[in-house]
C-alpha cells in the first residue's frame, strides 16, 4: 500500500514563504516521478511542478522562478519551496506519485496553502 502524506501548507502574508513536504511510503519512491499539482476553488486541477527520479524537472509557467521542486531519496520526500507568493497562489496542494513505464499513481489528500493579509 503506498501512502502520501503532504504537511507544510498553511496561512501566509503576500510574499511570504512556504516549503511543502510530501512523505512517502512503500517501495515505489525511487521509481517514481513525483509531483505537485494544486487545485483553487472552481478550478480544474493543475501541475505545479514535477521531479523526475533523476531529477529532472518541471514547472509550469505560472510558478517559474519562485517555486523550487526537490526530492531527498534517502527520505523518500519531496518538497515544494514557494517563495514570493501571490494571493493566486491560494489552493489545496496534492502530491502525486506517478510510477515509471506504468500507468500507476497515486495521490495524497491534499494541504491547503492560503495566501492571505
Known amino acids: 500500500q503506498v501512502q502520501l502524506v503532504e504537511s507544510g501548507g498553511g496561512l501566509v502574508q503576500p510574499g511570504g514563504s512556504l516549503r511543502l513536504s510530501c512523505a512517502a511510503s512503500g517501495s515505489i519512491f525511487r521509481a517514481s516521478t513525483m509531483g505537485w499539482y494544486r487545485q483553487a476553488p472552481g478550478k480544474e486541477r493543475e501541475l505545479v511542478a514535477r521531479?523526475?527520479?533523476?531529477?529532472?524537472?518541471k514547472y509550469a509557467d505560472s510558478v517559474k522562478g519562485r517555486f523550487t521542486i526537490s526530492r531527498d531519496n534517502a527520505k523518500n520526500t519531496v518538497y515544494l519551496q514557494m517563495n514570493s507568493l501571490s494571493p493566486e497562489d491560494t489552493a489545496v496542494y496534492y502530491c502525486?506519485?506517478?510510477?515509471?513505464?506504468?500507468?500507476?499513481?497515486?495521490w495524497g489528500q491534499g494541504t491547503q496553502v492560503t495566501v492571505s493579509s
Open positions: 521531479i523526475t527520479s533523476g531529477g529532472s524537472t
Open positions: 502525486n506519485a506517478a510510477l515509471t513505464f506504468t500507468t500507476a499513481e497515486y
